[in-house]
């Protein structure tokens, strides 16, 4: 039998992290704390301009999908709306 | 307690520097790597598919526990822990852990919580592999710890609830003595969640004695497991023998000295 398919929770990378963004995911943080399972997790990007010591580009991306229980709390806490939870 | 797995020989023999160099600079990119073309997103999805997550599942114990020559560091082939008490912890900072000894951010919660608390404690070549990344440095760069510190430090850190673990980086070089907490440490989520051997639970389990225990309940919210219960027809507490890790961070809350530790041996049908 099948499993059951987890959430979808998707972060838009135009909005919060990447560099390019408003929101570096370091300094805001807010929808880690929120998270009561903690499904998401911040982490630098591949890029290769990264410095390998010292990386400064980071993002965020929701891993621990199955235990993910749609609370919408992450997406409440966003300030600028990057969030979303299908 | 095997003091050669704790020595610059072995990690010289074992060119552990490089490893630890290339698993530490891309530490929180693990979960995110694709590994023979899958990450560990949606990992518990992944596990509970038929034939492909028994697979995994099977590929995954053998890269956490990889013994062979070519280890990839950037995905940590090889490191796995052991939830240990406060006494065994004090024994290895205090006698086996190589110097230099530091004390660096949990990497494990600035993943998951984004927070930054000086509680992880590295011994041996790993020292020198993160005095060289910026991020793990606590920002009044007092980090260099003698022994007695480092014994004082797990102390506070264990009073405070968090579980003591010591870590294989990789297996057999023992290089870390790490405070965790359920369920930011990658280590116990992927026990606890998926049932991965990434931590294996300590060589004891902790024993209520029903005649000191008062029933206060305060052991209870200590406990990082859910291995502890307040039955309310008995006025106590009791421990879920199947939950307990062993760690003995409940033994800071009672008043009345009722937790004791006792070997899991007692119990042939408890895994490890």
């Known amino acids: ?86 | 307690m095997n003091a050669k797995n704790y020595s610059n020989e072995l990690a010289k023999e074992m060119n552990i520097a490089e490893y630890e160099t290339e698993q530490w600079r891309a530490f929180e990119q693990v979960y995110i790597r694709k590994i023979m073309g899958i990450s560990s997103i949606d990992v518990g999805y992944k596990l509970q598919l038929p034939i492909i997550g028994r697979v995994l599942r099977w590929n995954a114990e053998k890269m956490i526990h990889s013994e062979s020559k070519n280890r990839n560091a950037v995905r940590a082939d090889g490191h796995f822990g052991q939830v240990i008490p406060l006494e065994d912890a004090k024994i290895i900072l205090g006698n086996l852990a190589a110097e230099p000894i530091i004390e660096n951010y949990c990497m494990c919660r600035w993943m998951q919580r984004g927070v930054k608390e000086a509680c992880c404690i590295n011994f041996g070549v790993l020292s020198g592999v993160i005095e060289k990344l910026p991020r793990f440095i606590p920002k009044n760069n007092v980090y260099r710890l003698d022994r007695d510190e480092a014994i004082k430090r797990i102390e506070q850190h264990n009073r405070k609830g968090y579980v003591a673990s010591v870590w294989f980086q990789p297996v057999p070089y023992i290089n870390a003595i790490c405070s965790c907490e359920n369920p930011e440490c990658g280590g116990l989520r992927l026990r606890q969640d998926f049932g991965l051997n990434s931590v294996y639970k300590a060589e004891y389990v902790a024993a209520i004695d029903p005649d000191k225990c008062q029933g206060c309940k305060s052991c209870v919210s200590m406990c990082q497991f859910s291995a502890l219960r307040y039955i309310p027809s008995q006025e106590r507490v009791m421990v879920d023998l199947r939950k307990c890790f062993g760690c003995g961070v409940c033994r800071h809350a009672c008043k009345n000295d009722s937790i004791q530790m006792v070997p899991r041996e007692q119990f042939p049908g408890l895994q490890y």
């Open chain 1, 1 to 86: 039998m099948m499993p059951k398919k987890s959430p979808k929770v998707i972060v838009d990378y135009s909005k919060c992290g990447d560099g390019g963004s408003k929101v570096d995911p370091r300094d805001c943080g807010k929808c880690l704390r929120a998270c009561d399972p903690a499904i998401l997790l911040m982490h630098e990007t591949m890029d290769i301009r990264q410095d390998p010591y010292d990386p400064q580009i980071w993002r965020i991306t929701a891993v621990w999908l199955n235990l993910c229980t749609r609370c919408m709390k992450c997406v409440q806490v966003c300030p600028v709306g990057a969030i979303a939870v299908t």
